[in-house]
C-alpha cells in the first residue's frame, strides 16, 4: 500500500487566493482526519470523518475552511480566501475505527501563503 | 472529554543514556493510548499502543512504555538512546467507539547530543 497520499506536496500562493489541499487515505480506512501544525499553536485537528461523513469540524478555525469527502478514497481541505496566517504543514491522517486504533500520517502539505 | 498533558517541552540527552519523556493523560473510562514520532519533515509514525493487557508494552525501535492507572500516566521509556532518536514525540489518548477522535498532546522535541 502507497500509504496516505497528499498533494501537492508545497504550496506557495498570494494572500486572497483559493487552495485545495488534497488527501487519498488507505484503502479500507473508515476514518480520515485533517490536522495543522504550527510552532506556535502546535498539532490541531481541524475535521474527522467517518464514513465519508463529517463528525466534529469544531477545529476548523473559521469560514473560510472547509473540507469534503466525497467518496471513501478523496478528501479535499479548501481554504478561500487564503491569509498569511494559515501558513502551515497541514497533514491528512487515515485510520480504521477512528478512536481505537494507529492514525497513518500522510507526508504533509507545506503551505506558505504571502 | 479527554485531554493529553506532555510536561516537557524540550528535553535534552545524551547519546547512550537512558531516556524517559512523561505524558499524563485525562478519560473517564479506560483510554487507549499512543506514541507516536515526528523526524523532521514528515508525518508521525505509530510507535506503540496500549488499550488493555500487559501494562508495559513494547514498540519499535526499542521504544517502551508502562501504563500506570494509578498515576494516570503513560511515560515513554528507552534504555539507550541514539543519535537518530532525535525528533519530537506525541502522546495521544483515545476511546472505544466508532466516533472517537483520538486527542494529541503538544508534543516533547527530543535533542540528542554526542
Known amino acids: 500500500d502507497a500509504g496516505v497520499i497528499q498533494s501537492p506536496r508545497h504550496e506557495v500562493t498570494e494572500m486572497g487566493q483559493e487552495v485545495t489541499l488534497r488527501c487519498k487515505p488507505i484503502s479500507g480506512h473508515n476514518s480520515l482526519f485533517w490536522y495543522r501544525q504550527t510552532m506556535m499553536r502546535g498539532l490541531e485537528l481541524l475535521i474527522y470523518?467517518?464514513?465519508?461523513?463529517?463528525?466534529?469540524d469544531s477545529g476548523m478555525p473559521e469560514d473560510r475552511f472547509s473540507a469534503k469527502m466525497p467518496n471513501a478514497s478523496f478528501s479535499t481541505l479548501k481554504i478561500q480566501p487564503s491569509e498569511p496566517r494559515d501558513s502551515a504543514v497541514y497533514f491528512c491522517?487515515?485510520?480504521?475505527?477512528?478512536?481505537?486504533?494507529?492514525?497513518?500520517f500522510g507526508p504533509g502539505t507545506r503551505l506558505t501563503v504571502l | 472529554a479527554q485531554s493529553v498533558t506532555q510536561p516537557d517541552i524540550h528535553i535534552t540527552v545524551s547519546e547512550g543514556a537512558s531516556l524517559e519523556l512523561r505524558c499524563n493523560y485525562s478519560y473517564g473510562a479506560t483510554p487507549y493510548l499512543f506514541w507516536y514520532v515526528q523526524s523532521p519533515g514528515q508525518g508521525l509514525q505509530l510507535l506503540l499502543k496500549?488499550?488493555?493487557?500487559?501494562?508495559l508494552v513494547q514498540g519499535i525501535k526499542g521504544f517502551e512504555a508502562e501504563f500506570k492507572r494509578s498515576q494516570s500516566s503513560f511515560n515513554l521509556r528507552k534504555p539507550s538512546v541514539h543519535w537518530s532518536d532525535a525528533a519530537e514525540y506525541f502522546c495521544?489518548?483515545?476511546?472505544?467507539?466508532?466516533?472517537?477522535?483520538?486527542?494529541f498532546g503538544t508534543g516533547t522535541k527530543l535533542q540528542v547530543i554526542p
Open positions: 495521544a489518548v483515545g476511546a472505544a467507539g466508532g466516533y472517537q477522535k483520538v486527542t
Open positions: 491522517a487515515s485510520s480504521f475505527v477512528s478512536g481505537e486504533n494507529e492514525q497513518f
Open positions: 496500549y488499550f488493555s493487557g500487559d501494562t
Open positions: 470523518f467517518n464514513n465519508n461523513v463529517p463528525i466534529d
